[in-house]
């Protein structure tokens, strides 16, 4: 089977509709790209792996390294999904010449396809240089969380009317500036239904509305990994549960020398 490709992925979306729903996950490591790639359409290497994978406490210290590094992995763990990487905090806002550079980087060095970034109209001529010169770009808006600084917070998005405008406004201008597909988190749903109904992209919700072209998660939070998780996440497994009771056996074995045991032991001839 061949990888599918961004061109693919846009044309999912047929006069507005979508029949087929994208199905997207975020991926940060090689052996679980390989799980979660026969099922997806798209792995996302997002800067969530900030919290998920370094323990930090946001997305902003994230670099291109680890963004790089994690998404070399998960190219070599998948071969039928679009592999999409986010954009670190700090490497696009500043100029696109500047975002070029570190998308380029990306691309590069991991075998990815796209890169994602955050933010809408004031990023809009950043994505046009971008696929202009060979790099497809999804966009994300709503709840953006390298904005933490300056939204205070995770809260949902477009509560008032005003801001519910500015979030759809958003999209379009990222869609006019040819981002093959968009990311809407943590919206108040109509503002999701509105956006799927108005562009010729595709929309993928993370909190926002099942009516989109696609749902992406955190792979971690909806598997089961943290006890505290947003309110738009469906916990489809409890793995931290089965982790920690698997940890416990073993170490009580250990404490009573009952492991190894004899199929794990290496005998002299
Ligand atoms: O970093 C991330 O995981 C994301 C998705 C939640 C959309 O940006
Ligand atoms: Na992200």
């Known amino acids: 089977m061949r990888r599918l490709t961004v061109p693919k992925i846009g044309a999912r979306k047929v006069d507005g509709v979508t029949h087929d729903p994208i199905v997207m996950l975020t991926a940060y490591t090689a052996r679980q790209a390989q799980l979660l790639d026969p099922h997806c359409d798209i792995l ?4 969530s792996l900030a919290q998920v994978i370094y323990g930090l406490p946001s997305t902003i210290p994230v670099t291109l390294d680890m963004m790089a590094n994690h998404a070399a992995a998960v190219v070599r763990g998948s071969y039928h999904s679009v592999v999409v990487v986010d954009m670190p905090f700090g490497a696009y806002e500043a100029s696109p010449r500047a975002a070029f550079e570190a998308a380029a980087r990306l691309l ?8 994602k970034l955050e933010g809408g109209e004031a990023m ?4 046009a240089f971008l696929v202009q010169r060979g790099i497809p770009v999804m966009g994300h808006v709503g709840l953006t969380p390298q904005a933490v600084n300056v939204l205070g917070g995770y809260g949902a998005r477009g509560r008032s009317d005003a801001e519910a405008e500015k979030i759809v406004g958003d999209a379009l201008a990222l869609e006019q500036a040819g981002a093959f597909a968009i990311v809407v988190e943590g919206v108040v749903e109509p503002i999701a239904v509105e956006m799927t109904g108005k562009l010729g992209c595709p929309v ?3 909190g926002a509305s099942a009516k989109c072209d696609g749902q992406v998660l955190v792979v971690d939070d909806m598997l089961g990994m943290f006890e505290r998780v947003p309110r738009f996440v469906k916990k489809y497994e409890g793995l931290a549960d089965t982790i920690t009771a698997a940890v416990k056996t073993y170490a009580s074995e250990v404490r009573e020398r009952s492991f190894p045991g004899p199929d794990q032991l290496y005998r002299p001839k």
């Open 44 to 47: 996302l290497v997002g800067d």
């Open 108 to 115: 590069k060095e991991s075998g990815a396809a796209a890169v």
């Open 124 to 127: 809009a001529q950043t994505v």
């Open 204 to 206: 993928i919700g993370i």
